[in-house]
Every structure is written in structure tokens, then in C-alpha cells.
């Protein structure tokens, strides 16, 4: 009775060391088999077995990709933009400096 008692406790222990890799697993993570290279390797570590965890409970899927290519391309066209209008002002700044200066130039000269 007690090699069953014991048995059954390994069983429970192992079961709940590789709680991270079940859920990968389960989970059908396309990281499955480095989760639980983390947590084989370093789940004795608190740390590491949470840090398996939470891997394990992140998205494998591909959607976050394309969404943080459109935040970038949307910063940069901002940017861009925001870029082009200074250009603009300051252009258009200096041109109207430059025609009132001529027709200062011109009142003085005629």
C-alpha cells in the first residue's frame, strides 16, 4: 500500500512540475518543445517554472506580427508628416521674408 502511496505522489509531483508543458502541449503552442526545455531545465527554479507558465499561456498565433507592423508603418507615416508640415512652415516662413525684404529693397531703391 505505501509503494502505491509513493508511486502516486511522484505521479502527482512530475504531473504538477510539467503543468507549463501540459498546457503548451494542449495549447498546441508553436513553442511547445522550448517550453518545456525551460521548464524541464529550469522549472526546479521558481522563477523558471513561472516564467514556463506564463510562455506557455502567451499567443503563438501570428496575429500580434501584423498588427505591430501597422502601429510602425502608422508612427512612421505620422512622423513623415509631421516632418513635411515644419518643412512647409518654415519654407513658407522664409519666402515671405525674403518677399518682404525685396519689397523693402525696392521702396528704399526706387
Known amino acids: 500500500m505505501l509503494q502505491i502511496l509513493e508511486g502516486a505522489s511522484v505521479i502527482a509531483a512530475l504531473s504538477l512540475y510539467l503543468i507549463p508543458s501540459i498546457e503548451a502541449d494542449a495549447r498546441e503552442h508553436k513553442d511547445a518543445f522550448a517550453i518545456t526545455m525551460v521548464n524541464i531545465l529550469l522549472g526546479w527554479t521558481i522563477v523558471g517554472w513561472f516564467a514556463a507558465r506564463a510562455w506557455a499561456h502567451s499567443r ?30 518654415l519654407r513658407t516662413a522664409l519666402e515671405s521674408r525674403e518677399t518682404a525684404a525685396k519689397r523693402g529693397a525696392e521702396v528704399v531703391y526706387s
Not at 64 to 89: D, F, M, N
Open 60 to 89: 503563438s498565433d501570428e496575429r500580434r506580427l501584423p498588427r505591430a507592423a501597422k502601429r510602425v508603418l502608422r508612427t512612421a507615416g505620422r512622423v513623415t508628416t509631421q516632418k513635411l508640415v515644419q518643412h512647409a512652415k
